[in-house]
């Protein structure tokens, strides 16, 4: 196939509609009929159905569209990748982050990287757990910073910047208030508040419903926003589990932060990992340089 049969197949398959499709390709109409005409010689059945109301695309035009789609943006990339070696870095990168101390992270790695790229500027946006990865997937965000896993198979995850010790977060008038640390089984003391629209594997990873003796872990009421979880925890509606760096950044006075027990293998609470992540295929030579530059001044060094 060549560039501009690849190219009309992508748009009509976009546009269903063959006077829009040869608008945005600056053809004719006609152009555009006779290069699916050849496709559709070449694959050996039809790609599109066609009436007068309608085109759409046929079980072979669909497949043919989500295996040729995601490599062709793959080529276009590629050869943006080696442009932008060629001609220096350059642009605005979008970073959004999820916690404080990865935004402090941002700062720091983007005031390096616009020294040594001076056409390239980093603009940094805090996003709340849900929210992060639907602006990734809507291109309003280049990469992100945030505690694992991604929320998706759709993205790319970069190599791990922090890895911090987990805490549960309890109401201060709670009786495990008072202790110095908590083990695993403590968490199904209080039910667990969550953040509301993330996926079923981050809830799992970070919010468990069983501890390792068997206990359950009830669910709490959900929240959008990392402040309004803590609220909740302050108002008594449950407990949480964060990185125990939170504590640093965010102390009230109604919540506590337990560390949880180092008591390997039995009762080890896993830590909280953070890594930059980003839409797959969408990578530029600008992420990856700025990928490098937040694994040297981060704690994984």
Not at 53 to 69: C, F, Q, Y
Not at 73 to 85: C, D, I, K, L, P
Not at 125 to 151: C, G, M, N, Q, W
Not at 192 to 212: C, H, K, N, Q
Request: hydrophobic letters at 45%.
């Amino acid at each position: 196939m060549e560039r501009h049969e690849i190219e009309t197949f992508l748009t009509l398959a976009e546009e269903l509609h063959f006077t829009r499709t040869a608008e945005r390709l600056l053809v004719s109409p006609g152009r555009v009929s006779q290069t699916i005409k050849k496709l559709e010689r070449q694959v050996g059945g039809a790609l599109f159905e066609r009436s007068n109301r309608r085109v759409a695309l046929t079980p072979v035009g669909r497949e043919l569209h989500a295996e040729l789609r995601p490599a062709y943006q793959r080529v276009q990339q590629a050869f943006a990748n080696a442009s932008a070696v060629c001609r220096g870095l350059g642009g605005v990168l979008r970073v959004g982050f999820s916690a404080p101390w990865c935004g402090d992270l941002i700062v720091r790695a983007g005031e390096e990287f616009s020294a040594r790229h001076p056409r390239c500027t980093v603009e940094f946006h805090e996003v709340t757990f849900s929210a992060a990865f639907t602006a990734l997937r809507a291109d309003a965000l280049d990469l992100l910073i945030k505690e694992l896993p991604a929320d998706g198979a759709e993205f790319d995850v970069g190599p791990l910047l922090f890895s911090e010790r987990r805490a549960l977060v309890v109401p201060a008038s709670h009786h495990l208030a008072a202790q110095e640390a908590v083990s695993q089984e403590d968490t199904a003391l209080l039910p667990l508040i969550t953040p509301a629209g993330v996926s079923r594997e981050f809830l799992d990873v970070l919010y468990p419903t069983r501890t390792p003796g068997g206990r359950t872990v009830s669910r709490g009421p959900e929240a959008v926003a990392w402040q309004e979880i803590l609220s909740l925890v302050g108002a008594g509606r449950g407990a949480t589990t964060v990185s125990m760096r939170a504590a640093a950044y965010h102390g009230r006075p109604d919540v506590v932060y337990l560390p949880y027990d180092y008591a390997p293998p039995v009762d080890y609470a896993p830590p909280v990992d953070y890594a930059p992540m980003w839409l797959r295929g969408s990578e530029s030579a600008e992420l990856r340089a700025f990928v490098g530059i937040l694994l040297e001044f981060s704690d994984m060094r």
